[in-house]
């Protein structure tokens, strides 16, 4: 079975940095689409940063020159280096990959982690 899991979250002063880490086991690197969401209750998951089929990096508008995504193929994990956090970075951010190429739609992902929660304030 594939299994996501996060780490890395925590609460921190706005200006502050946070690296989540998302540890892969049962899937393989590099392989399909994988990335990160983010969601605040009540809202719509957002996508926040991706790498697809080809290793080409998506970033939302909202993180660009704030955030970076890179992934790890030896130890199976995806990072997500965020720098200048904002009050509006608050949420809980999910890992998510893949089963198949070009599934890189944020509903055609299959596996999702359970989350780590970022407060910034």
């Known amino acids: 079975d594939v299994q996501l899991v996060e780490s890395g979250g925590g609460s921190v002063q706005a200006g502050s940095s946070l690296r989540l880490s998302c540890v892969a086991s049962?899937?393989?690197?590099?392989?399909?689409?994988i990335g990160w969401f983010r969601q605040v209750p009540g809202t719509e998951r957002e996508g926040v940063a991706a790498?697809?089929?080809?290793?080409?990096?998506t970033l939302a508008d909202s993180v660009k020159g704030r955030f970076t995504i890179s992934q790890d193929n030896g130890v199976k994990s995806l990072q997500l280096q965020m720098n200048s956090l904002k009050l509006e970075d608050t949420a809980t951010y999910y890992c998510?990959?893949?089963?198949?190429?070009?599934?890189?739609?944020?509903?055609?992902?299959?596996?999702w982690g359970h989350g780590t929660q970022v407060t910034v304030s």
């Open positions: 998510a990959a893949a089963d198949r190429l070009g599934a890189c739609g944020q509903n055609e992902y299959t596996y």
């Open positions: 049962g899937y393989h690197f590099p392989s399909y689409c």
């Open positions: 790498i697809d089929d080809d290793g080409e990096v």
